[in-house]
């Protein structure tokens, strides 16, 4: 398999619930993200990590757990969310920051918070 | 304060004409600019891009122009195809974060 996954693909939860996203990168990259779209929005970075290090958080709500034990996974540890948290939730990848490399996105997960 | 717009969010086309999508920036410091297309139910797929020392690049029927000093990006699809029909996001990379435009969903009548 090529490319970058996520599962699941479709998550509906309650605000109580603790669940988790999961991204796999079969690219070879260094540098995986996550990104939440919201409707009418722009893409909006969440989490990045550099060689299983996260390098950035752009003030992101601690409900919101990142994790990445490897170049190659990535998961979002989700608890106690809001109904305004529903989007679509994607995870992408590129080779190494600044060196003009496209990110490589999977194909989401849409989570709706009832 | 959005650092990357576009400004239609909307076009169509008939096939066989050419589509050109529009982006503005604000961040001079932008050095790499990509184009995005997306369609329903899947993650948005690499297009084309250009680094900031080049004003033009082409791949195919797709063509991305520079214009530094307008801070402007657009995308030229020549021709259009129907399978072309899908939102377009452009972004812009300062070396440390992507930012991105809100789309605009391009149609190509057939």
């Known amino acids: 398999e090529t490319g970058v996954t996520q599962t699941p693909r479709h998550l509906v939860m309650g605000m109580t619930n603790k669940k988790s996203l999961k991204c796999e990168q079969h690219l070879g990259h260094n540098a995986m993200y996550w990104y939440k779209q919201s409707a009418k929005k722009p893409l909006e970075l969440m989490f990045v990590y550099n060689f299983k290090e996260q390098t950035e958080n752009n003030s992101v709500p601690s409900r919101f757990s990142p994790e990445c034990p490897n170049s190659s996974h990535l998961f979002l540890h989700l608890h106690t969310l809001q109904p305004e948290d529903s989007a679509l939730y994607l995870c992408?990848?590129?080779?190494?920051?600044?060196?003009?490399?496209?990110?490589?996105f999977g194909n989401g997960t849409r989570l709706t918070v009832t | 304060d959005q650092q990357v717009k576009q400004n239609s969010p909307s076009l169509s086309v008939q096939e066989g004409r050419i589509s050109i999508l529009n982006c503005d920036y604000t961040?001079?410091?932008?050095?790499?600019f990509l184009w995005y297309k997306k369609y329903p139910a899947e993650g948005p797929t690499f297009l084309i891009s250009i680094s900031s020392i080049k004003d033009k690049n082409e791949d195919g029927r797709f063509t991305v122009f520079l214009n530094k000093s307008a801070k402007h990006l657009s995308l030229h699809i020549v021709p259009s195809q129907p399978g072309d029909s899908a939102v377009y996001f452009c972004?812009?990379?300062?070396?440390?974060?992507?930012?991105f435009g809100t789309g605009t969903s391009l149609t190509v009548i057939p």
């Open positions: 961040n001079s410091m932008f050095d790499y």
């Open positions: 972004a812009a990379d300062t070396g440390n974060q992507f930012y």
């Open positions: 992408a990848s590129s080779r190494l920051r600044g060196n003009n490399s496209p990110l490589h």
